[in-house]
């Protein structure tokens, strides 16, 4: 497993952005599919992006051409840059990495190590 640490939340307004930031401590190269998942309250938690060691990508459809994910493996730090951002897309960001990119998917059960969390709030 990695130790996950999310940072960059906060509030906005309607057509604002945001940049979330992660920072891994422990091994998150080649093989590692990294990922962020958000969730609302009262609503269970949904994938918003992942990608690929390889630099392969997938998004959700809600936030397709509006979100960016990607990542820098000298750092160890994977981002997420959120633009246009929209009431429904408040919630807590969680940043996570899954041990095989054949788990480089949307379910929650196939990662292995998450953060704590960064609360993204937009305001219409």
């Known amino acids: 497993q990695v130790q996950l640490v999310e940072s960059g939340g906060g509030s906005v307004q309607t057509g604002g952005s945001l940049r979330l930031s992660c920072t891994a401590f422990?091994?998150?190269?080649?093989?590692?599919?990294m990922a962020w998942f958000r969730q609302a309250p009262g609503k269970e938690r949904e994938g918003v992006a992942f990608?690929?060691?390889?630099?392969?990508?997938g998004y959700a459809y809600s936030v397709k051409d509006r979100f960016t994910i990607s990542r820098d493996s000298a750092k160890n730090a994977l981002y997420l840059q959120m633009n246009s951002l929209k009431p429904g897309d408040t919630a807590m960001y969680y940043c996570?990495?899954?041990?095989?990119?054949?788990?480089?998917?949307?379910?929650?059960?196939?990662?292995?190590?998450w953060g704590q969390g960064t609360q993204v709030t937009v305001s219409s």
């Open positions: 990608i690929a060691s390889g630099g392969g990508t």
């Open positions: 422990g091994y998150t190269g080649s093989g590692v599919c």
């Open positions: 996570a990495a899954a041990p095989s990119e054949k788990y480089c998917t949307y379910a929650v059960a196939f990662y292995n190590s």
